[in-house]
């Protein structure tokens, strides 16, 4: 049998794993790239996650009665329908056709004509009420954002709803920069200089099998956010120079970061942990495009050492598990997934793999802390709490090129994109750069 | 492992009635491991022995969207149940068309599996319409044969008009 053809029921289906099961756009569309969903099943499903609360408003004060538990599914599909109304260049009637017809592999025909009055409704009412969940958060990350930047609140919040430029990382391993800028003019790929100079952005978004020399590996997709971490990890490039140079990436995976690390600071030895088996392996595919055999990946968990073999790393990358708030114009399925409840948990983590990973860090050696999080929960508060309990351990002072410095570390703060500034358009990452200190070395103050 | 052939409406060799399979043995098990390969490849959901011209009573399905829950049934016997629902259906057999068919929205397969264990399923969902696709290809049965004799018509004109120019 044919798979269904159906983009909106698939649409449907996968909104219900996301939101009835808790599954994560990856794991619902999978990572392997050949399998994906269609480039507009992907677009229906971003796009209903992002707008889904003023969608669901929309949806459900049209409903004369609530639907039964067991028809979720109808639910989203007519989010998605109202989606397309409201967001997409997809003609009224067709949006409503199409959507009408998903009630039919959705196994769902009698809804057909409740789908197609609901959306009728909506493609009248042009000035509905789009105004009122308009940055279309759940409160509790509303809340927290107002509170800890109240004077950019309005602008980091429509920054998480926007949609990411394409930001490109070239591999200065195998290409130097200008030389790519060159190859991306000849093919007529318009582009603005990041924030270091591998970091590069597309004006206009191309799917990654056309960009120049992509197979190749001389270029990889990652957020200029990300990309500073390499540099903040090793800002004078001592790390570069050292011999026998040995760094841990401690949760690795997808592992843009870790390449990052191998093509820029090439240490002698670049180890890498990765606790999902499934991610690992994506992971591992990614270094054989880009040609990177020498890294030593191993599935553990780094929160234990029994993986560890006793000698000690020159630094180490912690991109530690976190809520991800930072990250929600890319993820918003994340707005959707996470409670209020579990920053504490997240909080936990973090700290237990600090502590854990400590120890196998040399004295006078760096630990970048990062995490994609605004909140000073899972960010300040977790190198506070480390540094209070943890007498060799000293904050140095980093920053960046955009963003705000905190009190132990560095905030990048997601804005609204901007045309002629898109390199500026990042993810909300957080980073402390740690400093194990000699023993005898005296406590300042 | 290898691709194999997939015949198409209106093939009269789709017509042909499988007869079961008497031993479990490493030739079906290659079978089954070419005709999963094929259906992953098509893509498709499911894939019957009839449709890469093997007379024997197996298919191969799997419904999910990470493509990681095959299920490979020998000489399925079904039981259903349930009401009939209409789903839309496309056959690998019939490439490009999609036409709604009426199944029953709940299904029992009692079959072997690839290593000639009795295995005994309850199936609803898409899951269980696809599995009653299957087992009618091993009956020699197709979807259009569910449709208007004009649609079947129409249909058929249209795949021997593709076959023409293909050849």
């Known amino acids: 049998m044919n798979a269904p053809a159906n983009d909106r029921a698939r649409a449907a289906r996968h909104l219900v794993r996301i939101i009835v099961d808790g599954k994560t756009t990856d794991q619902t569309f999978g990572l392997d790239p050949v399998k994906q969903p269609s480039p507009l099943c992907q677009e229906l499903v971003f796009g209903t996650l992002r707008y889904y609360f003023s969608l669901n408003e929309a949806v459900e004060k049209r409903l004369s009665k609530a639907l039964r538990s067991k028809d979720l599914d109808l639910r989203l599909l007519m989010l998605v329908g109202a989606y397309q109304l409201r967001y997409t260049r997809i003609p009224d009637h067709a949006a409503i056709n199409e959507t009408v017809n998903a009630c039919r592999p959705l196994r769902k025909p009698w809804a057909r004509s409740l789908v197609n009055a609901v959306l009728r409704s909506i493609a009248q009412d042009v000035d509905d009420e789009k105004t009122e969940c308009s940055f279309e958060l759940p409160d509790w990350i509303s809340g927290r954002i107002n509170s800890a930047y109240p004077a950019v609140a309005a602008d980091v919040m429509n920054g998480l709803l926007g949609r990411a430029p394409m930001s490109l990382r070239v591999n200065v391993s195998r290409t130097p920069p200008a030389e790519y800028k060159a190859r991306l003019d000849e093919q007529n790929l318009s582009w603005q200089a990041g924030l270091v100079p591998e970091h590069i952005v597309l004006n206009t978004p191309v799917p990654a099998a056309q960009l120049p020399g992509y197979a190749q590996g001389q270029v990889s997709i990652q957020d200029g956010g990300a990309i500073l971490a390499s540099g903040l990890l090793d800002p004078e490039r001592k790390l570069a120079q050292q011999s026998n140079c040995r760094i841990l990436d401690a949760c690795a995976a997808p592992g843009g970061k870790l390449f990052h690390l191998a093509e820029s600071v090439a240490p002698a030895e670049l180890v890498a942990l990765e606790i999902n088996s499934r991610r690992l392996e994506h992971l591992c595919s990614e270094a054989a495009r880009l040609g990177f055999d020498s890294i030593r990946t191993l599935q553990a968990d780094a929160t234990d050492t029994s993986w560890w073999d006793q000698r000690t790393f020159d630094a180490i990358l912690l991109d530690a598990p976190c809520s991800g708030v930072g990250t929600l114009r890319r993820h918003p399925d994340i707005k959707h997934l996470r409670k209020i409840d579990d920053l504490a948990d997240y909080q936990q983590l973090q700290l237990s793999l600090l502590r854990n990973l400590w120890r196998t860090l040399a004295t006078e050696g760096t630990l970048l802390y990062c995490t994609c999080s605004l909140f000073q929960e899972e960010n300040d508060n977790v190198v506070q709490q480390f540094l209070n309990e943890t007498h060799d351990a000293r904050a140095q002072l980093i920053s960046a090129p955009v963003g705000q410095r905190t009190e132990h570390g560095w905030q990048l703060l997601p804005r609204p994109v901007n045309d002629a500034n898109l390199a500026a358009s990042v993810d909300g990452f957080y980073y402390a750069r740690l400093r194990k200190i000699s023993d005898n070395q005296e406590r300042p103050g | ?167």
């Open chain 2, 1 to 167: 492992m290898a691709l194999l052939e997939i015949l198409e409406f209106p093939d009269p060799r789709l017509r042909t009635k499988a007869k079961p399979v008497v031993r479990v043995d490493d030739s079906v098990r290659k079978l089954v491991a070419n005709m999963f390969e094929t259906m992953y490849d098509a893509p498709g959901i499911g894939l019957a022995a009839t449709q890469v011209n093997v007379h024997q009573r197996i298919i191969v399905v799997d419904v999910s969207e990470n493509r990681d829950e095959p299920h490979a049934f020998i000489n399925p016997e079904l039981t259903l149940s349930g009401e009939v629902l209409e789903t839309e259906e496309g056959c690998l057999s019939v490439p490009g068309f999609y036409e709604p068919v009426t199944r029953h929205e709940f299904a029992r397969v009692s079959a072997l599996n690839e290593r000639g264990e009795s295995v005994e399923l309850d199936l609803e969902g898409l899951l269980a319409v696809c599995v009653q696709h299957e087992c009618d290809h091993l009956e020699g049965k197709l979807f259009v044969d569910y449709l208007s004799s004009l649609k079947r018509t129409r249909i058929r004109r249209k795949l021997e008009k593709a076959h023409r120019v293909r050849v």
